[in-house]
Nanobody, 124 residues
Framework: QVQLAESGGGLARTGGSLRLSCAAS????????MGWFRQAPGKEREFVSG????????YYADSVKGRFTISRDNAKNTVYLQMNSLKPEDTAVYYC?????????????????WGQGTQVTVSS
């Protein structure tokens, strides 16, 4: 299996931007569909965005559609989440996840591998 490591979290103001990265190592990155999830204190982990193995298909939660963009660079074994127009309700620990196969990951139960998470805090 791949191993995943997120980076790029931090503190942003409302309306600001952050870019998260998730670097993969180990098995062939392009064998996996990738996703971003987030978990706020006291809440369940929720789907944010998913991307197909070649990057041709992307999916977003309604809450981030139009503000977040997922992308991947298979040559660099990395998936990104560009977050714009951030809101305080985007505050959470963000996790990347990998699912081997063709089906794009859109549910936490589908993940084969998780990263350790990175904190994103948006101040009002």
């Amino acid at each position: 299996q791949v191993q995943l490591a997120e980076s790029g979290g931090g503190l942003a103001r409302t309306g600001g931007s952050l870019r998260l990265s998730c670097a993969a190592s180990g098995r062939t990155f392009s064998d996996y569909t990738m996703g971003w999830f987030r978990q706020a204190p006291g809440k369940e982990r929720e789907f944010v965005s998913g991307i197909s193995r070649n990057g041709g298909r992307t999916y977003y939660a309604d809450s981030v559609k139009g503000r977040f963009t997922i992308s991947r660079d298979n040559a660099k074994n990395t998936v990104y989440l560009q977050m714009n127009s951030l809101k305080p309700e985007d505050t959470a620990v963000y996790y990347c996840a990998a699912r081997q196969g063709l089906r794009v990951i859109t549910s936490a139960s589908e993940a084969d591998v998780w990263g350790q998470g990175t904190q994103v805090t948006v101040s009002s």
